[in-house]
Each structure stands twice: as C-alpha cells, then as structure tokens.
C-alpha cells in the first residue's frame, strides 16, 4: 500500500523537490497567518479616526454622534476614542445607557441594562446598582449606609450583621426565636 502512495506522490510532484515543496508550503501558511492579522486589525479599526468600518445602524451611530459631540476634537483629542468605544459598548449592550458626557479625562461612559447612571457637579459620571451599592442606596447621592456592616438590600440601608432579614447578606432571614449576631443566625 505504501508503495502506491509513494509513486502517487512522485507522479503529482513530477520534478519538485522536497524542499522547493517546503518552501512553497510555508510561503502559503505565512501569507494565511498575515492575513488574518490584518483581518483582524481592519475589523478593529484603531486606526484613530472616527470612521467606524463595520456598518452600525443608524440608530447606534446618530446615539454616539450626539454623546461624543463635544469631546475635544484637536490633536490629542479623545473624539475618535469616544466614537469607537460608545459605538463598541452599545453594539455589545444593546439595552444599556450612555452615561453624562465627553470629556478629555472621560471620554466615555455607559451603564449596563439594571445599572444607573449617576452625575453630580464636580464628579465624573459613574455606574452603579441603587439597588445594592451601599455609598449610594436607593439613589445617587444618597449617604452612605452605616452600621457594623453596612449593606444595602433592594434599595434600602441595613447592618448585615444585626438585621435579622439580611443576616450576613441581603435576604437571608434567620428562623423565629433566632438572632442575626456578627452576620451569623444564633
């Protein structure tokens, strides 16, 4: 059996040499290696200006637009920055939120679907769940919550490690005639 594929490969060489076959083989992985290299970095599209190559509807473009519009523009600029990365978020999130506005410290910022958006003056635009975040429970702003451990369960401050319905985390509820001590049902 051996013999046939033997004579079969000479036949279909005819007068290549193994090494010119070598050559050429490795030619042909190269060039294939390459060009998914530049595949790849085309369809990244770093290339620092705000041409966006992967056809985004119109709906993700006219958003980042208007977000990014008053991002420094100038040399050094973070325009073409604040483009890339609202049009990446907003692809990958399609139901998050962008979040306060442009500028040369913060380009960008966007809010998953459950989180919100928070701005006050003087501070940069954060992210964050009102619903457990316990420096701003149950709205931005809010004072933080206190206790020996503080928490914040469903919008709402408790001590994680007294409260008997959020007894070491939110919602773990210690059994009648048992008390929540250091964060333990006893």
Same mark, same amino acid.
């Given at each position: 059996?051996?013999?046939?594929?033997?004579?079969?490969?000479?036949?279909?060489?005819?007068?290549?040499?193994? @090494?010119?076959?070598?050559? /050429? #083989?490795?030619?042909?992985?190269? !060039?294939? $290696?390459?060009?998914?290299? &530049?595949? =790849?970095?085309?369809?990244?599209?770093?290339?620092?200006?705000?041409?966006?190559?992967?056809?985004?509807?119109?709906?993700?473009?006219?958003?980042?637009?208007?977000?990014?519009?008053?991002?420094?523009?100038?040399?050094?600029?973070?325009?073409?920055?604040?483009? @890339?990365?609202?049009?990446? /978020? #907003?692809?990958?999130?399609?139901? !998050?939120? $962008?979040?306060?506005?442009? &500028?040369? =410290?913060?380009?960008?910022?966007?809010?998953?679907?459950?989180?919100?958006?928070?701005?006050?003056?003087?501070?940069?635009?954060?992210?964050?769940?009102?619903?457990?975040?316990?420096?701003?429970?149950?709205?931005?702003?809010?004072?933080?919550?206190?206790?020996?451990?503080?928490?914040?369960?469903?919008?709402?401050?408790?001590?994680?490690?007294?409260?008997?319905?959020?007894?070491?985390?939110?919602?773990?509820?210690?059994?009648?005639?048992?008390?929540?001590?250091?964060?333990?049902?006893?």
């Amino acid at each position: 059996m051996s013999e046939w594929i033997d004579r079969l490969a000479k036949t279909v060489a005819g007068r290549t040499s193994r @090494r010119d076959a070598l050559k /050429f #083989l490795g030619g042909v992985l190269a !060039g294939g $290696l390459l060009a998914g290299f &530049t595949d =790849k970095a085309r369809a990244e599209d770093d290339d620092g200006d705000d041409k966006d190559k992967d056809n985004d509807n119109e709906e993700i473009n006219k958003a980042c637009q208007e977000y990014c519009e008053d991002c420094p523009h100038a040399p050094g600029g973070v325009h073409g920055h604040c483009i @890339r990365f609202c049009k990446r /978020f #907003l692809r990958n999130n399609p139901k !998050g939120k $962008l979040c306060g506005t442009c &500028t040369a =410290k913060n380009p960008f910022t966007g809010c998953a679907l459950g989180a919100t958006c928070c701005t006050s003056k003087g501070v940069a635009a954060f992210c964050t769940n009102v619903n457990t975040d316990p420096k701003n429970c149950g709205a931005c702003g809010a004072p933080a919550c206190t206790g020996t451990t503080p928490g914040c369960c469903a919008g709402k401050c408790v001590d994680l490690a007294t409260d008997n319905n959020n007894c070491g985390k939110c919602g773990a509820s210690c059994a009648t005639g048992t008390k929540c001590t250091a964060g333990v049902c006893q």
